[in-house]
């Protein structure tokens, strides 16, 4: 059974950088595709963006140069990184497998990152 | 941007009652539209993906239709356990967005 498992800081300070990792257990990395999301706390939903395990991404444009999404094969893990983040970043963050036909199968148990000095 | 608007924003229904929750896309997605199911506290759950796919483990009671700008999700025989968010998503061009949800209460 595939599990994936966010882990990182849950207080990030304005302006600074969010750094988030999802760890992939009990499966393969290769041949999906590897995507975060966040919901913030009115419950609204966001995809952020994607990584294949040739390590192609695609973000979301609303995030602008902020964000980089990197994956480690040798790992089994793909981070999120999200740079100069606002109180408007506060999410919760999820990693989620993508295993094509938009089928987003495999959730994390997602994390609360809030962003306050 | 593609535009997701669900209606209705909340449903109150009955125990086996059909409760049908509508997703529309501001432009065409064909049938690449997701469907969850969200219980407080949890990550969302994949019910339908293609539109109309039921996810592996999803009761039967659950199904999907529609393509191109408009999209249904129905749950047949509603029952107390199906108490949740729903919310559709496209995953035809990026940025990929999603509904704002549908809220289902029982009476």
């Known amino acids: 059974q595939l599990q994936l498992q966010e882990s990182g800081p849950g207080l990030v300070k304005p302006s600074e950088t969010l750094s988030l990792t999802c760890t992939v257990s009990?499966?393969?990395?290769?041949?999906?595709?590897w995507t975060w999301m966040r919901q913030f706390p009115g419950k609204g939903l966001e995809w952020i963006g994607d990584?294949?395990?040739?390590?192609?991404?695609n973000y979301n444009p609303s995030l602008g140069s902020r964000v980089t999404v990197s994956i480690d094969l040798s790992k089994s893990l793909f981070s999120l990184k999200l740079r100069s983040v606002t109180a408007a970043d506060t999410a919760v963050y999820y990693c989620?497998?993508?295993?094509?036909?938009?089928?987003?199968?495999?959730w994390g148990q997602g994390t609360l990152v809030t962003v306050s000095s | 941007d593609i535009q997701m608007t669900q209606s209705p924003s909340s449903v109150s229904a009955s125990v086996g009652d059909r409760v049908t929750i509508t997703c529309r896309a501001s432009?065409?997605?064909?049938?690449?539209l997701v469907w969850y199911q969200q219980k407080p506290g949890k990550a969302p759950n994949l019910l339908i993906y293609?539109?109309?796919n039921l996810q592996g483990g999803v009761p039967s009671r659950f199904s999907g239709s529609g393509s191109g700008t408009d999209f249904t999700l129905t749950i047949d025989s509603v029952q107390p356990e199906d108490i949740a968010t729903y919310y559709c998503?496209?995953?035809?061009?990026?940025?990929?967005?999603f509904g704002q949800g549908t809220k289902l209460q029982i009476k």
């Open positions: 009990g499966g393969s990395i290769t041949g999906s595709y």
């Open positions: 998503q496209q995953a035809s061009s990026f940025p990929y967005t």
């Open positions: 990584i294949y395990h040739s390590g192609s991404t």
């Open positions: 989620v497998r993508h295993a094509g036909d938009s089928r987003y199968d495999y």
């Open positions: 432009q065409g997605v064909r049938n690449w």
């Open positions: 293609a539109a109309s």
